[in-house]
């Protein structure tokens, strides 16, 4: 009897870990920010430029296909990049995407992190003070 007790208990837990896991078989697909934070703890962002860089994700599309492929749809041209793949940390819940950018530079080119908090997913850019909500698209 205890046991049909702990049971729905053990299958909520699971699920619940699960739906919190990040992995890679999670980012095939193409993904839309919807909110844009910056995060401007020493004051030197004017409100200006936070709401440029808000303006240009907002326009910004990311798609990661399962071969490997990434590219990115920006107004920004340091975001659009000639050739690019993208892998997944697994340790550290981020994806690096190597490649070649419009300058021809070659090597790491964006690392971001994965996150899944409260049913929502965001990408936290490596090098710069922002956090993207995004959502992925649903084919039709």
Avoid: C
Avoid at 25 to 52: A, H, M, Q, R, Y
Avoid at 112 to 118: D, G, P, R, Y
Wanted: glycine content about 4%; overall charge positive.
């Amino acid at each position: 009897m205890k046991l049909f007790k702990l049971l729905p208990l053990l299958l909520f837990t699971v699920a619940a870990t699960r739906s919190w896991a990040q992995t890679q078989t999670d980012l095939p697909g193409d993904w839309n920010v919807t909110k844009v934070f910056v995060t401007d703890k020493t004051g030197e962002i004017s409100p200006e430029t936070i709401k440029k860089i808000e303006n240009m994700f907002m326009q910004t599309q990311f798609h990661f296909k399962a071969d490997g492929v990434f590219a990115i749809d920006s107004p920004q041209k340091a975001l659009q990049f000639k050739k690019s793949n993208w892998s997944f940390n697994d340790k550290d819940k981020s994806v690096s995407v190597n490649g070649t950018d419009m300058a021809d530079k070659t090597g790491l080119l964006l690392k971001l992190f994965v996150k899944n908090e409260n049913a929502k997913w965001y990408f936290e850019l490596d090098e710069a003070p922002i956090k993207l909500e995004v959502e992925k698209s649903v084919k039709k």
